[in-house]
């Protein structure tokens, strides 16, 4: 299994549709796991952190799955704005680094 | 306003030649990193710095080069040695070197080798 693993996408789905994505991650012994949002050409900016079974923020809802090793983000109520690329990150095992994963693309159209 | 810095935004060189890329924070972070992205690919780490005098490899750090002799100042040294230099560097830093928190990241620095 790959250090983090998303499925690339791009998911195409109608404003006010709920869309989830997941990523699997090989390192059991991981305890943080956060998700970002990087648009097209920027820097990548951090949408939640998830340190225990999941977390809720808004319309967005991640999960953590500790037995089969994978995170969840799930978006409610899509909105054009949501169009992004959304990466899966956990912990990399040099210092305080992170490992970032390819990224799901998210198109939401009217 | 505290925020972390790239400069510059696009950058080109020729073959053969060493370029130093600019990464500065007012944040008063302990530690900072360097990634690299490529098309359809996720951040790889090239190096990083959990505090001032100190840095280590990480994923892919041949062909590059750091230093840390200040807190806010981390540049990174792209030498000739790089065989694919033409990428999107993004410098990141984070309050803690103890643990793991969220990394904020400057605006990136597009690089292109003619």
């Known amino acids: 299994r790959k250090e983090v693993e998303q499925d690339p996408g791009p998911f195409n789905v109608p404003e006010g549709a709920t869309v989830a994505f997941n990523c699997t991650y090989s390192n059991s012994a991981s305890q943080s796991f956060f998700w970002y949002r990087q648009d097209c050409r920027k820097e990548p900016k951090l949408l939640m952190s998830v340190y225990s079974s999941g977390n809720e923020d808004g319309r967005f809802t991640a999960q953590l799955n500790r037995a089969s090793q994978y995170i969840s983000l799930l978006i409610r109520d899509s909105k054009l704005s949501d169009s992004a690329t959304y990466l899966c990150v956990v912990p990399h095992q040099a210092g305080t680094a992170l490992i970032f994963g390819k990224g799901t693309t998210l198109s939401v159209s009217s | 306003d505290g925020g972390i810095t790239q400069s510059p935004k696009y950058l080109f060189r020729k073959e053969g030649q060493n370029v130093t890329l600019s990464c500065e924070q007012n944040?008063?972070?302990?530690?900072m990193y360097w990634y690299r992205q490529d098309p359809g690919q996720g951040l790889r780490l090239i190096y990083y710095?959990?505090?001032?005098?100190?840095?280590q490899k990480g994923d892919i750090a041949e062909g590059y080069s750091v230093s840390r002799e200040k807190k806010e100042s981390f540049p990174l040294t792209v030498t000739s040695a790089q065989k694919n230099p033409t990428a999107f560097y993004l410098c990141a830093s984070c309050i803690d070197r103890n643990s793991y928190n969220e990394q904020f990241f400057g605006p990136g620095t597009r690089l292109t080798v003619l």
């Open positions: 710095s959990q505090i001032v005098n100190d840095f």
């Open positions: 944040l008063n972070h302990d530690a």
